[in-house]
T-cell receptor
Framework: GAGVSQTPSNKVTEKGKYVELRCDPISGHTALYWYRQSLGQGPEFLIYFQGTGAADDSGLPNDRFFAVRPEGSVSTLKIQRTERGDSAVYLC???????????FGQGTRLTVV | GIQVEQSPPDLILQEGANSTLRCNFSDSVNNLQWFHQNPWGQLINLFY???GTKQNGRLSATTVATERYSLLYISSSQTTDSGVYFC???????????FGTGTRLQVTL
């Protein structure tokens, strides 16, 4: 596609439920990133994929968070047993790889009630 | 990890005014990007500028890598320039961007 696409745009879930957030990167981009942005803050890194493998998952806050990219294109961020503190905008970005320019999707606003 | 500081944190301008936003970073970088986050939350790429100077319309940016800072210039500001401007850097060893805290710009009529 023309840009990075994220679905859904908004997600409201109850505390304790499981959620999946999807990211469709720019065609041909081998690098994919997930970030989380809380109100009034800059985006914070969660995980980086190069191809199908997670090259750096040091930003995942705990083991309730997991992400996959099985075919090296679309990625899914999975959050188990959601907590109210998980409420934030989750942003996905892609790039050609390495330190090249990254492009962001419009984000998924997750609200845990 | 690398530290990124932006100034000023908040800026109010009248339409037509010029401004300079600054980004300081604590280590050498292989990637530096400026973004504009619009009121709908979308991060819009302004510049990919690990070094040197670039211009795009009313906007221009300069990165002095040896002195670890970058500047974003906005000339003849318009109300559509309102939003938050982020600087983000990658030292090259991490392949991930670290964002500054942003400059919130409001342009009034």
């Amino acid at each position: 596609g023309a840009g990075v696409s994220q679905t859904p745009s908004n997600k409201v879930t109850e505390k304790g439920k499981y959620v999946e957030l999807r990211c469709d990167p720019i065609s041909g981009h081998t690098a994919l990133y997930w970030y989380r942005q809380s109100l009034g803050q800059g985006p914070e890194f969660l995980i980086y994929f190069q191809g199908t493998g997670a090259a750096d998952d040091s930003g995942l806050p705990n083991d309730r968070f997991f992400a996959v990219r099985p075919e090296g294109s679309v990625s899914t961020l999975k959050i188990q047993r959601t907590e109210r503190g998980d409420s934030a905008v989750y942003l996905c970005a892609s790039s050609l790889g390495g330190t090249t320019e990254a492009f962001f999707g419009q984000g998924t606003r997750l609200t845990v009630v | 990890g690398i530290q990124v500081e932006q100034s000023p944190p908040d800026l109010i301008l009248q339409e037509g005014a010029n401004s300079t936003l600054r980004c300081n970073f604590s280590d050498s970088v292989n990637n530096l990007q400026w973004f504009h986050q619009n009121p709908w939350g979308q991060l819009i790429n302004l510049f990919y500028i690990p070094s040197g100077t670039k211009q795009n319309g009313r906007l221009s940016a300069t990165t002095v890598a040896t002195e670890r800072y970058s500047l974003l210039y906005i000339s003849s500001s318009q109300t559509t320039d309102s939003g938050v401007y982020f600087c983000a850097v990658d030292p090259g060893t991490a392949s991930k961007l670290t964002f500054g805290t942003g400059t919130r710009l409001q342009v009034t009529l």
